[in-house]
């Protein structure tokens, strides 16, 4: 969203029931239930040919928005790579989760986490909710979330986080270091999108320790970091941004044998008719993730 220009067309987290298909389209019939990803890559790009399928120089040519509607139609790239028959086990609601967890996904990959790590996620909003899921299968020894809704704090202690922040009453970056002996976590995982906390994260990373921006900051916002720190203490700060196919798969597996708490993810259910107001009980914090269902 922070890439983005006003106004601009919502949605892009969906499953449904195969209305038409094109001619050439084999994998899927007429009354199948899918999901697909939100895009694709070309395969063919200069940095798809790198390995770095996410970012696509091509990816907005095989964008998908506007799924807050009735039909939506998926581009013939994502129907050849990201794009999946819902498996029995699934719900729509489950399966619509598909998108925001291959991001994170690749995100979790990218941190690096190796066993005993000390993780720390800033934001329990659906993204830092599934990262803190994914990271507790990694092997790391301690978990600690922060933010400002105590609704979500409950939801990541639920979730098995080993100690929750409540930004509004505890000084977050003092207590992370409290928690680990002065040091400062081995990964620190930005999941708000915020200059201010772009830089805290910096300041509850241990020497030689890892910082993953999963958060996107608004466009020509720019963050500081003491350049002593930095340098001397070898940190390594990382943007990640957007999924691959191959941690679009991972993410389907994942909803499929059940290793993600998806009924603590969708706690509201909203017409399509309100989604204004869906959109604003997950910005209050008043829900976690709301499912949008036809009129």
Known sequence: MATEKLPLVLGHEFAGVVEKVGKEVSKFKIGMRVVAANSAPCNECFFCKRGRQNLCE????????????????????????NAFEIPANLSFKEAALLEPLACVVHGVNAANIRLNDTVAIIGSGPIGLFLLQLVKRT????????????????VAKALGADFTINGDSELQVA???????????????????????????????????TIVRFGGAPTGTRFSVDTRRF??????????????????????????????????MVTHERSLRNVADALRMMETGEAVKVAIIPP
Do not use: F
């Not at 095989?62 to 139609?73: C, D, K, L």
């Not at 020894?141 to 704090?153: E, F, G, H, P, V």
């Not at 070898?234 to 941690?247: D, N």
């Open 58 to 81: 091509h990816q907005s040519e095989n964008h998908i928005t506007g799924a807050y509607s009735e039909y939506v139609r998926v581009p013939e790239q994502v129907v050849r790579q």
């Open 175 to 209: 207590r992370v270091r409290e928690l680990t002996d002065g040091r400062g976590a081995d990964v620190v995982i930005e999941a708000v999108g915020q200059v201010k906390t772009w830089e805290s994260s910096i300041e509850m990373c241990r020497k030689a320790g």
């Open 139 to 154: 092997g790391s020894c301690k978990t600690i979330i922060s933010d400002l809704s105590q609704k979500r704090l409950a």
């Open 231 to 264: 340098h001397y203490e070898e940190l390594t700060i990382k943007g990640v941004y957007h999924h691959t196919p191959h941690s679009v798969e991972t993410a389907l597996n994942l909803l499929m044998c059940g290793a993600i708490n998806t009924k603590a």
